[in-house]
DNA sequence: TCATCACATTCAACTCCTTGAATGTAATTG
DNA sequence: CAATTACATTCAAGGAGTTGAATGTGATGA
């Protein structure tokens, strides 16, 4: 098992094509943070709510995101620590970075109308360490 | 430029494209040590060579590899210090690593027999550094 | 210049990814 | 339980990546 190359490097390739689209980069980038709202990334990114949706669902799916229901809304966060360093590799070899406002703890408006608890800067997932 | 989202990942994501192949991956895995000839990697790997020649072309014009010339073998590098970084961590997160025997000097019979140079390890790129 | 070696490129069939549109589902409110 | 909210899933057409087969190219040696 995993005698040739190919195998041995199945679940790498994986884990970067699930990294190989602008739009879940632009997700996982706002995730770094600490975990969000969907209605938040919808927001922030512009996008349609089925479009971001399917994209969470590949990030998901390749075990890097987690979600988390909260009432009505379900929060994601990054639960792979090598990924956070390699989007920190790869932004860290950017030309420029935008700062962005998605930093603020929710902008949209969806969020912000019904008050949702802020997100809490985090260095790693403080969930799912043995409960 | 690059106001929207999808712009502002779109060279991250094309990196992450490029390395989202198990071959090409295992390709790299080799090159870690330094430049490698090209019948070297056909041997150690098993892949065609039409079939090697074309994920070297991927890597290749997506700015990873570089190649130099020398006489009838054609050496390839890696000029990009943040994917020796990314693999490094992802290889870091893996649950075993093989060790292989791709790390020797070049056990394939056509290097052999033509006692070709063999490979010298190295931190990083020596060349393109201010000729 | 012709044959050979080492490697690159083109082509085509196939598969996988992308993404808009439509629809489905769990939680909440009344 | 019906309506609403927030989000997920399915479907299909188009586009991009994959890969075997065939062919092309530059360097070397006679």
Redesign the interface.
Known sequence: M?S??????????Q???A????????IL?ILRDGEQCVCHMEA???FRQAYLSQQLAVLREAGILQDRREGWNIYYRIV???VL??LH??????PEQ?PSAKAHSCDCPKCKRKDAPAAEPQTFFMANQAG
């Open positions: 995993t040739n190359p190919i195998e041995q490097f199945e679940a790498s390739a884990l970067f094509k990294l190989a689209h602008p739009a879940r980069l632009a980038d922030v990114l512009g792979r620590e090598d360093n390699i590799t790869v932004h860290s070899s950017l935008i």
